[in-house]
């Protein structure tokens, strides 16, 4: 079991540049969660899929982000433009529903 | 948004000693979770704790959860080094994949 793989690790910035952020859930997974975590915010539920769809994308921030899971095997998170306060470590989680997420590795962004 | 507070944020023992972390929030979950989460790493899950008083033990580590669901503690029993990382806990909601972290708290064991 790979786990969830997110890519890249790091991705360093210019502000007003896109960003595009991956994930590959665990295979069998249905629901697929994206996460930011900052020190001053702490973990932040951004939109979150099942069965490919988007069910809840309250806490996506602006319209500068925006997500898609184009299949069950893919996701990503695009930020367009980037500002520096997107500087964050951004997770990615699958699950069975109502079963306990699996986290990936994160991806840390820096936006300067 | 229902919010979940631990204390301390931060907490530095040296080895042997024992801890308590503290999550506690206004609001009744269905179920409570505590993750920890290493450098680099995503949170890893510990236990889900579902009943009002419910006891877990996971080897040195003790899982309670309050009576009316509103609050949890972890008890750690003469802490390692790697015990070091950062514990989150995670109430679960009404509804399905409803689930809010707590602030957490950044735990550092000193051999």
């Known amino acids: 079991d790979a786990g969830v793989i997110q890519s890249p690790r790091h991705e360093v910035t210019e502000m007003g540049q896109e960003v595009t952020l991956r994930c590959k859930p665990i295979?069998?997974?249905?629901?697929l969660f994206w996460y930011r975590q900052t020190m001053m915010r702490g973990l932040e539920l951004l939109i979150y899929?099942?069965?490919?769809?988007?069910?809840?994308d309250s806490g996506m921030p602006e319209d500068r982000f925006s997500a898609k899971m184009p299949n069950a095997s893919f996701s990503t998170l695009k930020i367009q433009p980037s500002e520096p306060r997107d500087s964050a470590v951004y997770f990615c989680?699958?699950?069975?529903?109502?079963?306990?997420?699996?986290f990936g590795n994160g991806t840390r962004l820096t936006v300067t | 948004t229902q919010l979940l507070e631990q204390s301390p944020q931060f907490l530095s023992i040296q080895e042997g000693e024992n801890l308590t972390v503290y999550c506690n929030s206004s609001?009744?979950?269905?179920?409570l979770q505590w993750y920890r989460q290493e450098p680099g790493e995503g949170p890893v899950l510990l236990v889900t704790?579902?009943?009002?008083?419910e006891v877990k033990k996971l080897k040195r580590l003790t899982f309670q959860f309050g009576d009316a669901r509103k609050d949890s503690s972890l008890h750690i029993t003469a802490a390692q080094p790697g015990d070091t990382g950062l514990y989150l806990c995670?109430?679960?909601?009404?509804?399905?994949?409803?689930?809010?972290f707590g602030t957490g708290t950044r735990l550092t064991v000193i051999p």
């Open positions: 609001s009744v979950f269905s179920s």
């Open positions: 995670a109430g679960e909601g009404a509804g399905a994949n409803n689930l809010f």
């Open positions: 295979s069998g997974h249905n629901s």
């Open positions: 704790v579902v009943t009002g008083g």
């Open positions: 899929f099942n069965n490919n769809v988007p069910i809840d």
């Open positions: 989680a699958s699950s069975l529903t109502n079963s306990p997420l699996h």
